[in-house]
């Protein structure tokens, strides 16, 4: 089993404004990037159930010309609100990280 | 054919930028220099607050290296988003350096500011006549929360700043401002076409943040046409790529291939890029969907609190081993304590256990909260109508929580390990954003005021 870290270049969070959060992941090159996405694990599904967000609110784009992934997803809590717990959303990507991704 | 010039100081005011990088973007050949100096990413507090982000010293050197190449080309600076949040006191506070940088230099120019800050009267009556819109997501608005918020400011697009511009304005400190129109107005009413301007605006906007490796924060330049424009960093040790230049595209914008902006959607997708060099990079293909309606974002931040916390550590595997459920008595404890001394019923605050190495950094959102490390960073986080209560809530919580029983340790234990003592702080005021609206506008310069000074 390898890991979504070893496909990739980047995989980042940020907030997109204060209520929405946006992860970026871009693969090395084109076989991380075909392996990865047709292994079907990367996907609106699976977000909404990691960040516990509805299906439908789950954006999700394949850019192929960059190699590249983007989801958005509107914050389980507004930046900065009360029981906010990372302002900037720099973290969010964590869980994916080491994201389990079966090879073909 | 007619090229602009854009020069991108750095990617936050704050932030800096190498002064020989920008004297030789100036040299290149210039048209005006922006530069952004807010966002909403550092949170509410400083909408809130009215304090700016800072810091002055920095602040002021950036700018007066702007302000210095700027006059002696005879092109101008533009700022957007003053002060970090954009209302009139972070306005106040960014115009006050460049007087105090005029009055240094003995430099005379003409300076324009425009005022973001939508008075709450005036909000309401817009909101009253139905004028204010909710984006998706967006917190609840309504007569009450517009009145109880603690300020609103309004995002201009390019108009204020072009209104600026052709008033002479060789120094333009703008409120709240929309970080592509900072690069786009000027651009716009020498000509080029919109959908060329605003997308060089998006890339330009981060400063040096599109090149492929950005060792510091650096300067950017872009030159546009009537057909697109090309992006070659000034810093002779960046470059720019198709890819780096195509990805910064995506940075911070939820959709990839639709920048949303007053006046209009950019759409990128069927955008090219192109090497020119191995460091420069031509972009071109966006189209500028106009709107059918003209409107700004309105933001706003509300008080929601005053805040104490304390910091701690818990290093007994007995009771990291059954930290849940340790945490959730010490709260039932504390609760009937508050009550008692304070006469506070649990509602009338807010008590979070903020425990890293379980749940720390993504709360309720963590896929994973178990304890796993042979340690945990606890934060008690009160916040309470006021900071006084807030402060005497703190002690009931840390102390009651330092000698917190658990059934295997007979005897009195003390679990919090603090590093400090006094064990706590005071965090002062805290704020939430209230609104994530927008204003329909009849006249797009309507809500902006703009106060002409020849220094």
């Known amino acids: 089993m390898r890991e979504l870290c070893e496909f990739t270049k980047l995989i980042r969070s940020k907030n997109a404004g204060p209520f929405e959060l946006t992860f970026d992941i871009m693969f090395k090159d084109e076989n991380c990037f075909r392996e990865v996405m047709s292994s079907g694990k990367l996907s609106a599904e699976l977000i909404a159930q990691l960040y516990r967000v509805d299906r439908k609110q789950v954006r999700f784009w394949v850019i192929e010309s960059l190699l590249t992934v983007k989801i958005s997803i509107p914050r389980p809590v507004f930046s900065g609100d009360v029981d906010d717990t990372d302002v900037y959303g720099g973290q969010f990507h964590g869980p994916l990280v080491r994201l389990p991704v079966e090879a073909d | ?20 990088t920008l004297v030789r973007a100036v040299q290149q050949g210039a048209h005006f220099i922006g530069c952004d100096a807010g966002t909403t990413d550092s949170g509410p507090y400083y909408l809130g607050s009215g304090n700016p982000r800072g810091p002055r010293e920095g602040t002021k050197r950036n700018l007066r290296l702007m302000i210095r190449e700027a006059l002696n080309a005879g092109i101008p600076v533009i700022i957007g988003s003053a002060g970090h949040a954009g209302g009139t006191p972070h306005l106040n506070w960014t115009l006050e350096i460049v007087r105090e940088l005029a009055r240094e230099n003995a430099w005379h120019f003409t300076l324009a500011a425009i005022d973001s800050e939508v008075p709450k009267e005036h909000l309401l009556k817009a909101f009253l006549a139905g004028r204010i819109a909710p984006l998706c997501p967006a917190p609840e608005l309504h007569e009450t929360s517009i009145r109880q918020a603690e300020r609103f400011v309004a995002m201009m697009g390019i ?109 990128t997708t069927a955008a090219k890029y192109e090497a020119t060099s191995d460091r420069a990079v031509r972009v071109s293909g966006a189209r500028f969907i106009p709107s059918e309606k003209y409107t700004v974002k309105i933001e706003g931040a509300a008080l929601a609190g005053y805040r104490s916390i304390v910091v701690a550590g ?16 010490l709260r039932t404890v504390v609760e009937r304590k508050i009550e008692d001394n304070l006469k506070l019923s649990r509602d009338a605050y807010t008590l979070q256990f903020r425990v890293y190495g379980s749940n720390g950094s993504l709360g309720q959102a963590e896929p994973c909260p178990q304890v796993e490390g042979h340690e945990v960073g606890l934060i008690i986080d009160v916040v309470a109508p006021s900071q006084s209560l807030a402060a005497d809530i703190l002690p009931i919580v840390w102390h009651t929580g330092l000698h917190h ?51």
């Not at chain 2, 936050?12 to 002064?19: I, P, Y």
């Not at chain 2, 204020?160 to 786009?184: F, K, M, T």
């Not at chain 2, 609104?435 to 310069?445: E, I, R």
């Open chain 2, 314 to 329: 818990i290093r007994d595997p007995l009771v990291l081993r059954q930290l849940e459920p340790f945490l959730s008595s």
């Open chain 2, 159 to 267: 108009e204020p700043i072009q209104s600026a511009l052709n008033a002479g304005a060789q120094v333009v400190v703008a409120g709240r401002c929309s970080d592509v129109a900072i690069y786009a107005a000027l651009p716009v009413l020498e000509g080029i076409p919109k959908h060329v301007a605003f997308h060089a605006g998006k890339i330009l906007e981060c400063g040096s943040a599109a090149v492929a490796q950005r060792f510091y924060s650096d300067c950017m330049a872009a030159e546009l046409d009537q057909d697109g424009f090309t992006v070659e960093p000034p810093n002779p040790t960046f470059r720019c790529t198709p890819q780096s230049v195509a990805a910064h595209t995506l940075y911070e914008n939820a959709d990839p291939y639709h920048l949303i902006e007053s006046g209009g959607v950019v759409d």
């Open chain 2, 405 to 455: 029983p658990i059934p295997e340790q007979q005897g009195l234990i003390s679990n919090l390990a603090f590093p400090f003592s006094p064990p706590g702080a005071d965090m002062g005021p805290v704020y939430r954003f209230c609104a994530n609206h927008v204003w329909q506008l009849d006249d797009p310069c309507k809500p902006f005021r703009m106060a002409i000074e020849h220094l």
């Open chain 2, 1 to 20: 054919m007619k090229k602009i010039r854009a020069i991108a100081a750095t990617g936050n005011l704050s932030t800096g930028f190498r002064e020989e």
